[in-house]
């Protein structure tokens, strides 16, 4: 009976499961480190398309490569910092991948040992036949011993099921590992995925911004030689402006020469009707370019639809009626008393020269759509001695 005994606290040390619980990984760093680098991917990624709609709202105005050069900086910056988050969250998960696989590993050791130890008293039971609790209690010699068998099959009876719970619960749990193991797996292809992409988002970036700035370059030539062109433009029309008022100051100062009435006297400040109905693109004066180089300014833009009906916006004859360098085809009216009006960047001229125009009447129909600042005219107010004013102080004010 002792040797018995001594046999079933063998047998039940043998059986002991350790606890559940206790073999259970504590949350690895690597989780927290990756919701981290999730949060931070996420962040980048906002400013990101922030810089990509910064990008089209200015593709979608004036174009200013000088501009889209500084986002595209900002945009392969952001890119880098994206592909570093990623390849911070493929370690993390390849950690996570690593801990998990040797967990399983663990968990698999343990499911085949219990099974066999399972599989062991299956044989034995199977060997005993049905009978064998009856026969094991009919046997016992008096009432002491039949209590002392029934606690020993009670006991076996209660490790067999615990047994049985614990290969379950090990079957179970080698179960989750290997879904987690896949899902793991899963989202270390994708970010292996994602990173190959914005890796070749920033090669396309690079290449991009490589362009842009050899674009920034020749647009750098190109606007200086357009406010070259400009500058001789100006000079040609401030001389032809010149002519004529040296040819009025003269017939003025001739014997018994009587002056020409002035169409634009200084009361009209504020009152004058405007050319077209748009809105200014440029005002009167200095503006600094985006590309850091200044151009001055002796009228003003009105943004127009092409072909919209320009008119005079005082009675006058016109003096010029001609493409003028990058003015484009133009119109210059003289209204008297040393005041003339410039109407640039018209694509049809509808007056010739020294035509006499109304308030109002149309001279011309607008253009401008292959100019910088898209369809609209240009337009000037010059004072005695060709001296241009600002058009703003003289049109009138809007409401």
């Known amino acids: 009976m002792r040797r018995g005994l001594a046999l079933l606290v063998a047998l039940t040390a043998g059986l002991a499961v350790p606890p559940l619980a206790a073999q259970q990984p504590s949350a690895p760093q690597a989780d927290t480190s990756l919701r981290r680098s999730q949060e931070r991917l996420l962040e980048i990624r906002r400013e990101r398309e922030r810089l990509q709609r910064e990008m089209e709202r200015l593709r979608g105005r004036v174009h200013s490569l000088s501009s889209e050069l500084r986002i595209f900086e900002r945009q392969v910056e952001t890119t880098g910092r994206i592909v570093t988050e990623l390849d911070l969250q493929v370690a993390a998960t390849g950690s996570q991948i690593e801990?998990?696989?040797?967990?399983?590993?663990?968990?698999?050791?343990a499911l085949a040992e219990k099974r066999a130890i399972l599989h062991h008293r299956l044989t034995e039971i199977s060997k005993r036949g049905p009978l064998f609790a009856a026969q094991v209690l009919l046997a016992a010699e008096s009432f002491g011993d039949l209590l002392s068998r029934y606690k020993y099959l009670y006991l076996i009876s209660r490790q067999d099921r615990q047994l049985v719970a614990s290969?379950?619960?090990?079957?179970?749990?080698?179960?989750?590992?290997?879904?987690?193991?896949?899902?793991?797996?899963?989202?270390?292809?994708?970010?292996?995925?994602?990173?190959?992409?914005?890796?070749?988002?920033?090669?396309?970036?690079?290449?991009?911004?490589?362009?842009?700035?050899?674009?920034?370059?020749?647009?750098?030539?190109?606007?200086?030689?357009?406010?070259?062109?400009?500058?001789?433009?100006?000079?040609?029309?401030?001389?032809?402006?010149?002519?004529?008022?040296?040819?009025?100051?003269?017939?003025?100062?001739?014997?018994?020469?009587?002056?020409?009435?002035?169409?634009?006297?200084t009361s009209d400040l504020g009152q004058l009707d405007w050319p077209v109905n748009g809105e200014i693109l440029y005002r009167f004066g200095r503006e600094q370019l985006p590309n850091n180089t200044t151009i001055r300014w002796n009228g003003i833009g009105i943004a127009v639809a092409t072909g919209t009906p320009v008119r005079a916006i005082a009675a006058g004859t016109v003096r010029?009626?001609?493409?003028?360098?990058?003015?484009?085809?133009?119109?210059?009216?003289?209204?008297?008393?040393?005041?003339?009006?410039?109407?640039?960047?018209?694509?049809?001229i509808g007056v010739r020269r020294d035509q006499a125009v109304q308030t109002g009447q149309?001279?011309?129909?607008?253009?401008?759509?292959?100019?910088?600042?898209?369809?609209?005219?240009?337009?000037e107010i010059r004072g005695q001695g060709g001296v241009a004013l600002d058009p703003i102080t003289w049109l009138r004010r809007r409401r």
């Not at 801990?99 to 050791?109: K, M, P, R, S």
């Not at 009626?321 to 410039?342: E, I, K, M, N, R």
């Not at 607008?366 to 609209?376: E, I, T, V």
């Open 362 to 379: 149309a001279i011309g129909r607008s253009g401008g759509a292959n100019s910088d600042q898209g369809p609209h005219i240009h337009f």
């Open 99 to 109: 801990g998990t696989t040797a967990d399983l590993v663990v968990a698999e050791d």
């Open 320 to 348: 010029v009626a001609q493409p003028l360098g990058t003015y484009g085809p133009s119109v210059v009216l003289d209204h008297g008393g040393g005041f003339y009006s410039v109407y640039g960047f018209l694509s049809e």
């Open 167 to 265: 290969v379950e619960r090990l079957r179970d749990r080698v179960a989750d590992q290997r879904r987690g193991l896949l899902i793991l797996r899963t989202a270390l292809a994708r970010r292996r995925d994602e990173r190959a992409e914005e890796n070749r988002r920033y090669r396309e970036l690079e290449q991009q911004r490589e362009r842009s700035l050899r674009e920034s370059e020749r647009e750098a030539q190109r606007t200086e030689q357009r406010l070259a062109q400009l500058a001789r433009d100006e000079a040609r029309l401030n001389e032809i402006i010149s002519a004529f008022e040296r040819r009025r100051r003269a017939a003025e100062a001739a014997p018994g020469a009587v002056a020409a009435p002035a169409r634009i006297r």
